[in-house]
Nanobody, 113 residues
Framework: VQLVQSGGGLVQPGGSLRLSCAAS??????????MNWYRQAPGKERELVAT????????EYGNSVKGRFTISGDNTKNTGYLEISSLKPEDTGVYFC?????WGQGTKVTVSS
C-alpha cells in the first residue's frame, strides 16, 4: 500500500499550488475511501485541513483554509488533490495525505516573498 505525494514547493504570498496524492495497493477501490489532508507547521501539531468522501463527494475544510483550499479526488486515477490558493505565510508547513490508515510521505510548502 502506498500514498505517493507530489507538488509543493516555494510560492509567494497570494500564490497557488496543487498537491497530489496517488494511491496504490489498497484493498478496495479508491472511491470507497475517505482521504484527509493534514499540515504541520514548524513547531506546531499536525492539523487537519480538508477531508473528502470519495464515494459521495462530501467535503469538509478546516476554518483556517475554508474558501482558499479545494480538495478533490479522481477515482479514475486513484489520486487525490489539494489545491491551495491565496496562500499566506502561515500556510507554510509539511502537507500530508492520509487514507485508510496510511500516510503519504509529506510534501513541503513554503510561502514566502
Amino acid at each position: 500500500v502506498q500514498l505517493v505525494q507530489s507538488g509543493g514547493g516555494l510560492v509567494q504570498p497570494g500564490g497557488s499550488l496543487r498537491l497530489s496524492c496517488a494511491a496504490s495497493g489498497f484493498t478496495y477501490t479508491f472511491n470507497n475511501y475517505i482521504m484527509n489532508w493534514y499540515r504541520q507547521a514548524p513547531g506546531k501539531e499536525r492539523e487537519l485541513v480538508a477531508t473528502i468522501n470519495n464515494l459521495n463527494g462530501d467535503r469538509e475544510y478546516g476554518n483556517s483554509v475554508k474558501g482558499r483550499f479545494t480538495i478533490s479526488g479522481d477515482n479514475t486515477k486513484n489520486t487525490g488533490y489539494l489545491e491551495i490558493s491565496s496562500l499566506k505565510p502561515e500556510d507554510t508547513g509539511v502537507y500530508f495525505c492520509s487514507m485508510g490508515g496510511y500516510w503519504g510521505q509529506g510534501t513541503k510548502v513554503t510561502v514566502s516573498s
